[in-house]
């Protein structure tokens, strides 16, 4: 399973996909997070240390063979990279960053290859992938999240997050993703969920209510799940992991 999260900047990505990913760890699969948002928040929400470093420089080459500009370097695998540099979450969860930009020019070319060459070399057999993406609508089904087999679409029933929803579902189109699907984020009435898809035109795959152990774990700077695991979000949550896995199973 190679899952990204997109949708509207705060619509709550990185503390679903953080969540998400924890979950996985239950189905029995080896998981990878990934946050490739130059807002980091992923951390939080798999309740590992709060960091900006990304891959270290070293982790790629030049490459002049096949006419990429890096590739990983000493021969190593994309399996080896992530074992020797994931953060570990309590649960087994491996989490990379893309890292912030650095130096008077800003420059973190070789962590941003380095992070594509590993996602490049992972084995689709015995890895799942959780990623969070970068808010908005710019290239998320590109570069940031080319990996991606399924794009769950955060939206809210607001507004502003459905034209945002709208607007990636007309971009999934012309991309031509593979499954393009909605998470309805902080539902507060039974009809939010249709009106989603009335306004984005995309299935909703999953509910997740709005959560007052959400914004308690947030003033505490704490994830959800080690706050509140059996809260209602979390329980939203754990039956889309259900779903999803069943289905790439079945």
């Not at 959780?130 to 940031?144: A, E, N, S």
Request: net charge negative; aromatic share 6%; glycine share 12%.
């Amino acid at each position: 399973m190679r899952v990204a999260f997109v949708g509207k900047g705060g619509a709550g990505k990185s503390s679903l996909a953080g969540t998400f990913a924890r979950l996985l760890t239950e189905t029995g699969d080896r998981v990878l997070a990934l946050d490739s948002d130059p807002m980091p928040g992923l951390a939080f929400s798999l309740g590992v240390p709060h960091v900006d470093t990304g891959l270290p420089d070293d982790v790629v080459e030049d490459d002049a063979v096949d006419g990429r500009r890096f590739r990983l370097a000493d021969g190593r695998s994309g399996t080896e990279v992530v074992e020797q540099h994931a953060t570990r979450t309590t649960e087994g969860v491996y989490f990379l960053q893309l890292g912030k930009a650095r130096g008077p020019r800003w420059e973190n070319t070789r962590q941003h290859f380095g992070f594509q060459r590993v996602l490049d070399d992972l084995p689709g057999a015995g890895w799942s992938i959780v990623g969070d993406l970068p808010g908005g609508t710019r290239q998320p089904f590109m570069t940031w999240g080319r990996w991606a087999d399924t794009y769950l679409v955060v939206v809210e029933p607001t507004p502003a997050s459905l034209l945002s929803g709208r607007r990636l579902a007309r971009l999934a189109e012309m991309a031509g993703a593979p499954q393009v699907v909605a998470l309805a984020n902080k539902v507060r009435a039974s009809g939010d969920a249709e009106r989603i898809h009335e306004r984005t035109g995309l299935e909703v795959v999953g509910e997740v209510p709005l959560d007052p152990a959400q914004a308690q774990a947030d003033r505490q700077g704490v994830a959800l799940l080690d706050h509140d695991p059996d809260a209602p979000a979390v329980a939203a949550l754990r039956c889309l992991v259900d779903a999803l896995h069943s289905e790439r199973n079945s």
